[in-house]
């Protein structure tokens, strides 16, 4: 266990994390700290480190390019029972984390999972992926408020993403049936993007403060999806979230959208921490492909 601090280092270390973590000018920060402090979870770094599995997949991002690797961490259900298949539930996380130290993404919704508690209730695997710095799971301004098309192909991290994913289904004991998408900010835009990418592969998705294309929204719109956003957000304009949302309603689809009152950017604290949400994610079961005619 680490030494505690004297009072008057310790209030210096809590400025200067303030001042990294807050936005700038309106945007998210653009560098992760390199000791992630875990919003409300007692978990330690070293604690988090030996919880989820450092691992990483070889990508070529694009054709006849030299291949990247791409790191990402897993988290495996307590108590695994040999013939028993469990959820996945897939981390996108914010412009904040990036980097290459193969942790910072653990911050927020990763560190909550892995407390005893969570574990107990919801025996699951947990995969966070890690966008390089500078790069991003989405090409688009985040702080738009008009929506940008999707791009045809995924950018380099996100495929590192879906290989990551992949290379979980083919050697991990998953229920295909219950595979859960969540992400925030940088990320929220991510798993608006992926799961116009692949609507069949999941069961769920909670995608935090992002937005997506709206012609895309008859692809997902089958999907159980409940969305949050705060309404005084100044990094991500709430109107991304509202138009997805109404684009996917006026296709026939019935998400659910909690728009959070006098809310700023962190409106992830509120959801993740809300016990309805995470039991409603879990109660979700993705429905047969063929019975959808799909």
């Known amino acids: 266990m680490r030494p505690a601090l004297p009072p008057t280092r310790f209030a210096a ?11 700038i000018n309106g945007q998210e920060p653009t560098a992760p700290t390199k000791e992630p402090a875990v919003t409300d979870s007692p978990l330690t770094n070293d604690q988090l480190a030996e919880a989820y599995e450092a691992r990483s997949v070889r990508v070529s991002p694009k054709k006849n390019a030299d291949p990247v690797d791409f790191s990402y961490r897993l988290l495996k259900p307590a108590g695994a029972k040999p013939g028993t298949k469990y959820p996945l539930v897939i981390f996108l996380h914010g412009a904040g984390e990036r980097g290459s130290d193969n942790l910072a993404q653990l911050k927020y919704l990763p560190a909550w999972m892995a407390e005893e508690s969570a574990r107990a209730k919801y025996p699951c695997f947990v995969l966070a992926p890690q966008c390089r710095n500078d790069e991003k799971w989405v090409d688009i301004a985040w702080s738009e408020v008009k929506s940008t098309p999707q791009t045809p192909q995924p950018t380099a991290d996100m495929l590192g993403a879906i290989a990551a994913v992949e290379e979980t289904l083919t050697g991990e004991a998953v229920d ?42 008859g692809k997902i719109k089958d999907l159980p999806i409940w969305c949050f956003h705060g309404d005084t957000d100044q990094a991500v304009p709430v109107e991304r979230s509202r138009t997805i949302i109404a684009a ?20 992830w604290t509120p959801a993740y921490r809300d016990p309805a949400v995470l039991d409603w994610l879990f109660s979700q079961k993705r429905k047969d492909a063929k019975a959808k005619g799909r």
């Open 248 to 267: 996917i309603r006026a296709a026939g689809g019935e998400p659910k959208y909690s728009e959070l009152a006098g809310v700023g950017h962190d409106s």
């Open 176 to 217: 295909p049936q219950r595979i859960y998408l969540t992400g925030l900010s940088m990320g929220g835009y991510g798993s608006w993007d992926l799961a116009a990418r692949m609507p069949q592969r999941f069961a769920a998705m909670i995608p935090i403060c992002g937005g997506a294309d709206e012609a895309t929204a």
């Open 13 to 23: 270390c809590c400025l200067l994390m303030s001042l990294f973590s807050a936005p």
